[in-house]
């Protein structure tokens, strides 16, 4: 072992170090009024609730699987233990995460007091620990887990292992976050929305609405603890397929001729994604430092964007340095990881453009308002769908050339460098939920109406920021379950004969099948949100009739009961979409063999990219359009467009915040499962 296989580790720890000192210069800000610090305490009761009862669930779970694979995988249970692993570590990232955001919110909401630059600082810097501790703990994971197998003296061809059981368990921890959370937060969002803007004519975060404390506790549970998972388990199982395909004889021993790699290069394939990890952890530390609001302080996207072009350009830099060290300076290398970050760029700036509200796509749909809610579902319909096309077409140029310059390696690279900067991603998007709960505390506690404007003006760039970092993750997957089904396709047993081509009746089934999960999943999901908000607006209505008082602003609602009706709902339908992801693969896999398996794989891989890019960019497409309205443009709050525009949101939540996000996680959690698996499903297929 040489001293290069510990930098990652050491990277790790450092990002966590950073994490602990940002959330102390977070901790040291005023929480503000006595009235605000209440209204935060029950959004951070309501979260942490949720959370430690949705963990308790999983917890089950975990522990069913963990039994499962130890009794069936291997008689040393190495992938049980790593699964175990990656599911603390994947909670934790979000729980960290999670407890951070519901502190930052308060904070923020009192530093807009003394201007837009220091409540932007403050929440950033809240969104920053979530980064920070989602890189940390995922490369610490890795590397650590790696380096513990290389000293059992694993077999070469097993010392993976408990690596891919650290990327199953990270991937099904993520799927349940992602659906949980995404349960949780629309139907709160959607509940809250239908009574108190449309019926009751209210505005948003009106203290009078019983559903709005949910609304906001739903916020951190969905997109802080939420993303926080699914980015955690992206890097990894990102990290992982390039591990897998750099010590695979059959990937790794022809790229090592055709590059014209040294015997101490060759070596190096295994450690390499890692050490680029925890270059770009150094980049995304000095990043932080560049996120300022110049003299225009409108310019509040450009100053989050300073960090991430900062993150990239010091990467690419690092990456070089890394490739120097490691790869004999070989320029292909390095180019597939510019690659990388150059599919990484392209994905922020189209799905910018597809969800902010400075631009054509957000713009007609607002317009589309005009003439009713009708006409608005019609045009965002439109939009997600059009929203699916450059974005292929960036990631499917970056697979050619990637795969041009260093193979299917090449293409695990690639999305290794696209991960890489996830800390920088994860803190920007993780700023939108702590400014949007900021907003909800300023209105709460009536603060003055220019604190409200600084944090509606931070909010309103936190929705396209959340969208931004849904597309990154989306694109992210395409790559790295591309390179992870070629690690698959290497591990099944007799694999070489095996005819994959799609004249092949049972490879077709596969596909089929494979194309048609990402629809049913997504249905249960948006089911799930529709059941759980029927009960919230059902809720509301009632506290509305019998409550006397509300209204007028004697009466107090009682927001408990909204918090308990959404956490129960969540915990209940959650459970469905991940054993569907869990079982699928199992059952495909052992009816009908590795061909139609390998089918379904590449199936879930390609309906589930488009399905998700158009359901992220077109629910964030209504929420903004939404947003654009509020500003005043085609009659403003409580014209017939605005109402109209309400009716598109709330489509747009389960679309954008529940069902589009998770279809990530559903295609690492179905690969990483048939990776485990292949070896038992390839024997009993051949002894059959």
């Known amino acids: 072992m040489d001293y290069y296989t510990l930098l990652a580790p050491v990277a790790g720890i450092i990002a966590l170090a950073f994490a602990g000192y940002l959330t102390w210069s977070v901790l040291k800000e005023s929480p503000g009024t006595e ?3 209440k209204i935060s305490g029950a959004v951070q009761e309501g979260a ?6 949705q963990y ?54 009192e530093a807009a007091k003394s201007g837009m630059a220091k409540a932007l600082s403050v929440a950033f810097k809240g969104g920053s620990v979530t980064g920070f501790a989602v890189v940390g703990l995922a490369l610490l994971g890795i590397s650590g887990l790696y380096l513990v197998a290389i000293s059992l003296n694993l077999p070469a061809e097993k010392v993976l292992m408990p690596v891919v059981g650290l990327g199953f368990g990270a991937s099904l921890i993520s799927l349940f976050a992602r659906v949980g959370g995404g349960i949780f937060t629309k139907a709160a969002d959607v509940g809250a929305d239908l009574v108190g803007k449309v019926e009751a004519g209210i505005p948003e975060d009106d203290p009078r609405n019983p559903a709005v404390i949910a609304d906001n506790v739903g916020d951190n549970v969905g997109d802080c603890a939420g993303m926080g998972a699914d980015l955690f388990e992206t890097y990894i199982v990102t990290a992982l397929a390039a591990m897998l395909l750099g010590n695979i004889p059959s990937i790794r021993d022809p790229l090592i001729a055709s590059l014209g790699l040294s015997a101490i290069a060759a070596s190096n394939l295994v450690i390499f994604p890692l050490v680029l990890g925890a270059m770009a952890i150094f980049a995304s530390i000095i990043a932080t430092f560049f996120v300022r609001l110049g003299k225009d302080q409108t310019k509040i996207m450009w100053a989050l964007y300073k960090g991430v072009i900062a993150a990239t350009v010091v990467s690419a830099v ?42 054509r796509p957000v713009r007609e749909v607002a317009k589309a308002s005009q003439t009713g809610a009708g006409t608005n579902i019609i045009q965002g319909l439109a939009m997600g769908l059009e929203a699916t096309a450059l974005p292929v077409l960036v990631i499917v140029i970056g697979i050619f050339l990637a795969y041009q310059v260093a193979g299917v390696y090449g293409i695990a690279i690639a999305a290794v460098a696209m991960l890489s900067v996830t800390g920088i991603i994860v803190a920007v998007d993780s700023y939108g939920p702590i400014t949007d709960n900021a907003g909800g505390i300023a209105e709460m506690a009536d603060l003055p109406e220019e604190v409200r ?23 992210s997957a395409a790559l790295a379950a591309l390179a992870l089904f070629a690690a698959f ?23 089929f099948i494979g194309g048609a999960l990402p629809f049913l999943f997504s249905a249960f999901c948006m089911l799930a949100v529709g059941r759980a908000a029927f009960s919230i607006v059902n809720e509301v209505r009632r506290q509305f009739k019998e409550i006397k008082g509300i209204m007028e602003g004697t009466g107090k609602p009682e927001y408990g009961k909204c918090v308990a009706i959404v956490t129960e709902a969540a915990l209940k339908q959650m459970a469905l979409p991940a054993i ?50 509020e500003l005043g443009n085609y009659g403003g709050k409580k014209s017939d467009a605005h109402k109209a525009a309400v009716v598109g949101d709330t489509v747009g939540d389960p679309y954008k915040d529940t069902a589009g996000p998770a279809l990530n996680a559903l295609i690492k959690v179905m690969n990483t499962i048939s990776l485990i698996f292949i070896g038992l499903i390839g024997t009993y297929y051949l002894l059959r």
Do not use: C
Not at 489 to 511: C, F, R, T, Y
């Open 318 to 359: 690092l990456f070089y340095i890394a490739n120097y060290l490691l790869m004999d300076g070989n320029i292909k290398m390095y180019l597939a990881s510019l690659i990388g970050l150059g599919v990484m760029s392209a994905m922020v700036i189209i799905t910018e453009y597809y969800t902010a509200t400075n631009y």
């Open 489 to 511: 396709k290497a591990e099944i047993p007799g694999g070489e004969a095996l005819n994959l081509s799609i004249d092949q009746p049972i490879v077709l089934i596969g596909l």
């Open 56 to 109: 308790t669930v999983i917890a089950i779970f975990a522990v069913v699987i963990a039994v499962i694979l130890a009794a069936v995988i291997d008689p040393k249970p190495w992938v049980a233990v790593g699964f175990l692993i990656g599911a603390v570590l994947s909670a934790a990232a979000g729980y960290i995460g999670m407890n951070i955001s519901v502190r930052a919110n308060v904070r923020t909401a």
């Open 453 to 475: 404007k600084i944090t509606d003006a931070l909010d309103a760039v936190g929705n396209t920021t959340k969208a931004v970092t849904k597309g990154y993750a989306i694109g």
């Open 580 to 629: 569907l992801a869990v079982i699928a693969p199992l059952i495909v896999g052992f009816l009908l063999g590795p061909a139609a398996l390998s089918g379904m794989l590449l199936g879930v891989i390609i309906t589930g990219l488009l399905l998700a890019i158009h359901m992220t960019s077109g629910g964030a497409a209504w929420d903004n359009a939404k947003k654009y309205i």
């Open 48 to 53: 942490m609730a949720y959370l430690n009862k």
């Open 35 to 37: 009235k605000m610090r």
